[in-house]
């Protein structure tokens, strides 16, 4: 079958976040991702910022360039458009695409609120898309699955998260993403870690039926540091860096959970010296599982120190390892990409076997319109938040 022709928005040599070079690019042009992809064109600001990225990256001649996401879109040798750009820019470049009827695969999170991503959608499903909600197959999601699914702790009863997004400090932005401090653009801490969070602890526990939450901006003022780590200025956000959350789950898709309380604290910054930025439990009627990690961000980030997935027995009293891996080949790939390369070779795999309209969830992967549940749940979290919940 003929390799899926890619085109790649975002691949920047100026850009903000390295995402795309470093989370994509790797396994596109692996030999793994060369047998099922083939990076064909770049969209960037100007054509010629994509040439520039096209000759800092050492891409192939034959790459296309373009700055106008309307060209792009009318270009009939693309077949899946891969977006990467700041959040607020995402409706725009993929927008022509998907009226198109190109495949797109779109970071997370979607566009910058509800409403847009109701308009980009037209709100229904879009089974030929990806969304960068990645997190859904990280390994440790997958092995959590895994053992709730041998009833090793019994029906779930309860689960707490404590979380901090701890990749930043608590009282500055760095200048290059001092956006973050701007609700209105739609990527800053809540929306991307926690989003990544919550949404990969609903893929294992299921949905809110309905959930209360409080969040707070603890610090009105934070400082802006240069890339000198020196501090530029300050800037007063409009983006809560605290969140507590709660609710109770509907049934989870392999039925272990069903009405079980879910608790979520997520802070911005770092935790209590010495203490983990993850610890997740995970509460049933003959055991609890506890997961720790260097910080929340499963999906991409949080692999520089040791990842523990235990289980106490209640009726024993023993606690054991219950382990956790990477499949061989995405060893291979640096860290960023292997999670990303596991959603890449799901599509891969659909597409490769005809696009069935069923696809078993060890196959599955996250698409645009479950990212439009997740933006429904943001949109009443900062409504609760706007009504002074």
């Known amino acids: 079958m003929a390799p899926i022709r890619v085109a790649l928005i975002g691949l920047s040599t100026s850009a903000k976040v390295a995402w795309a070079a470093e989370a994509h690019l790797p396994y596109l042009l692996s030999l793994r991702g060369g047998s099922h992809y083939i990076l064909v064109a770049l969209l960037n600001s100007s054509v010629s910022a994509a040439e520039a990225a096209k000759k800092h990256y050492n891409l192939d001649h034959s790459v296309k360039t373009y700055g106008d996401p309307a060209a792009l879109a009318a270009d009939p040798d693309i077949d899946l458009v891969v977006c990467n750009t700041r959040v607020d820019v995402h409706y725009r470049t993929v927008e022509p695409s998907l009226r198109a009827g190109k495949a797109v695969f779109v970071e997370w999170p979607l566009t910058e609120n509800l409403s847009r991503a109701l308009d980009l959608t037209r709100n229904q499903e879009i089974p030929n898309s990806i969304i960068g909600l990645q997190g859904r197959v990280s390994p440790i999601t997958l092995r959590l699955k895994e053992i709730l699914a041998t009833g090793a702790i019994g029906k779930v009863l309860s689960s707490e998260i404590r979380a ?121 009627e003959r055991g609890e599982l506890k997961v720790q990690a ?96």
């Open 164 to 284: 901090f997004g701890n990749l930043l400090p608590a009282d500055a932005f760095p200048e290059n993403v001092a956006y973050f401090a701007n609700r209105k653009v739609g990527g800053h801490q809540i929306n991307i870690a926690f989003g990544h969070l919550i949404d990969y602890a609903h893929e294992v526990l299921g949905e809110f039926e309905d959930f209360e939450s409080r969040m707070q901006i603890q610090r009105p003022i934070k400082k802006i540091i240069g890339a000198d780590g020196q501090r530029t200025g300050t800037v007063e956000p409009d983006v809560p860096d605290f969140l507590a959350i709660h609710g109770r789950l509907g049934k989870s898709k392999a039925n272990v959970v069903d009405g079980a309380t879910l608790v979520a604290t997520f802070r911005h910054g770092h935790p209590f010296k010495d203490m983990p930025g993850l610890t997740w439990t995970v509460n049933g």
């Open 294 to 389: 260097p910080g929340p961000y499963l999906m991409s980030d949080s692999y520089d120190g040791p990842i523990s997935i235990q289980l106490h027995d209640h009726a024993t009293d023993e606690v054991r390892e219950m382990g956790w891996d990477w499949k061989d080949w995405q060893k291979e790939l640096p860290i960023r990409a292997r999670i990303i390369a596991e959603v890449y070779e799901r599509y891969a795999k659909w597409v490769e076997h005809g696009k069935p309209e069923d696809v078993v969830d060890g196959d599955n992967w996250p698409r645009l319109h479950d990212a439009v549940v997740r933006m429904r749940e943001f949109d009443k979290l900062y409504r609760q938040y706007d009504e002074g919940w």
